[in-house]
């Protein structure tokens, strides 16, 4: 295994890209697996991020044999001698093509919305996947790139069988890939984490890098540029067991928020990390940490043990405000489903100094009777379709004695998968701890 998951191959392939950095560059994801990669080159590059949707063209007998491709913009690239060889006539590639299309501009809105595609004209596309096993749909996004207009066209990948790489040289002016094994089978060998990715997911990332770029957003991560100071992989001692993490604290940083992931997730979690980058923008540190140790989780109790996460959400915190870079910051919870209930059980403890709570999707019926005794102002934001959770958590703000605030997210349920609903969870996170982080911040 070479990498943790589609978000670290993409920080890795990032590293071999830096002379791109200033350049006139489009990062283009190929989807679905290519988008969470291009996702964290485009943020390293500071380049906007698109995808290239492409399609090829399949002889009518022999589908998998290219005979051409299409992209957006009415782009249509043919390989002549394939289309002979097959003897393909006109009406049969007018067929195709019509298919094809269709298939491409609807993936194409369930992608990107009514946005339009960054233009490539004149520019350098950046192609990336998350690995090359044929090459096909690659080499066919070269073309199209290129029939769209790129100056100059760059293949970026983390992984790629040897053969399948040697074919794209000729056709991108530069290739690059971290490892080419000779023993390759599959992509999917070479991560630990390699979950489909879907459409809502894609067009969530989509969503994020553009709105990164709009001036709200760099408004509201004015003062962020400088370089962090912690953003590490750190192992926290908990008794008898470690638990691993990432702390990542801007400079300046309003406050540290920790999160406590539900059952069946980790630190990995795409949700979470979600969360985190639109906090991490707007000033705010995170604690992104797994609860419970390797090998613990395959113990289901464990995993419902909300005395256990919750107490060791505590020593996390308290270990937390005594890092460099920490001291003096207010904290804050951020918890999802089971890891809502040790959120608030843990902010409910005594000694444990917590200023505000989110829970997305809690379970605060795990919490019932330390509810009471939760001080930080809390918001429960709970999907308007996940009907038996947002009764949970209607009961949970009539226990709770402390500010708090109930928040439905329209059209989403309990995972947020919905397009966009995740990002307004984000930003009704990202506005809650801003609000009492940063008001707690300035008065210290």
């Known amino acids: 295994m070479f990498f943790v998951d589609r978000s670290d191959a993409g920080r890795r392939l990032a590293e071999k890209l830096t002379h791109e950095r200033g350049e006139d560059v489009v990062v283009l994801g190929l989807p679905r697996g290519g988008v969470p990669v291009a996702f964290e080159v485009a943020r390293e590059l500071q380049a906007p991020l698109d995808v290239i949707v492409v399609r090829k063209l399949g002889v009518p007998y022999q589908p998998e044999f290219a005979m051409g491709a299409v992209g957006e913009g009415g782009v249509r690239v043919i390989n002549e001698p394939a289309l002979r060889m097959a003897a393909v006539s006109e009406q049969e590639l007018a067929a195709v093509e019509r298919r094809e299309r269709a298939t491409l501009e609807s993936r194409a809105l369930r992608f990107r919305g009514r946005r339009a595609a960054v233009e490539l004209t004149g520019r350098t596309a950046v192609l990336v996947d998350d690995g090359i096993a044929t090459g096909s749909t690659m080499r066919a996004a070269c073309q199209v790139a290129r029939a769209r207009g790129a100056r100059r066209v760059v293949v970026a990948v983390p992984v790629a069988a040897h053969q399948a790489l040697s074919q794209l040289h000729g056709i991108a002016d530069e290739v690059i890939c971290l490892q080419t094994p000779h023993a390759f089978w599959a992509v999917g060998q070479w991560y630990g984490d390699f979950a489909q990715v879907s459409d809502a997911e894609v067009a969530d990332l989509l969503d994020r890098a553009a709105l990164a770029a709009t001036p709200e957003q760099a408004e509201l991560g004015a003062g962020c540029d400088d370089p962090p100071v912690r953003d590490e992989e750190i192992t926290i001692p908990v008794r008898d067991v470690s638990l691993a993490g990432h702390l990542y604290v801007p400079e300046p940083a309003r406050g540290v928020v920790l999160f406590a992931h539900g059952s069946g997730s980790s630190r990995f979690s795409p949700r979470n990390r979600h969360v985190a980058d639109v906090l991490n923008r707007a000033g705010l540190g995170t604690l992104l940490f797994d609860l419970l140790a390797p090998g613990e989780e395959l113990d289901r109790a464990n995993v419902f043990d909300i005395e256990l996460l919750a107490q060791r959400l505590g020593v996390v915190t308290h270990w937390v405000a ?123």
């Open 322 to 444: 005594d890092q460099p870079g920490c001291a003096n910051l207010p904290l804050g919870y951020f918890g999802a489903s089971t890891g809502a209930a040790a959120a608030l059980v843990a902010a409910a403890g005594p000694g444990t100094h917590i200023t505000a709570v989110v829970s997305r999707g809690g379970r605060p019926d795990l919490a019932w009777d330390r509810l009471p005794y939760v001080h930080a102002a809390t918001l429960l934001i709970v999907g308007g379709y996940d009907d038996e959770v947002l009764r949970l958590n209607r009961e949970a703000q009539r226990r709770l004695r402390c500010e708090n605030h109930l928040a439905v997210v329209a059209g989403a349920t309990h995972l947020f998968e919905e397009p966009g609903t995740l990002q307004v969870a984000a930003e009704l996170a990202r506005d809650w701890f801003v609000a009492h982080l940063a008001a707690r911040s300035a008065s210290t």
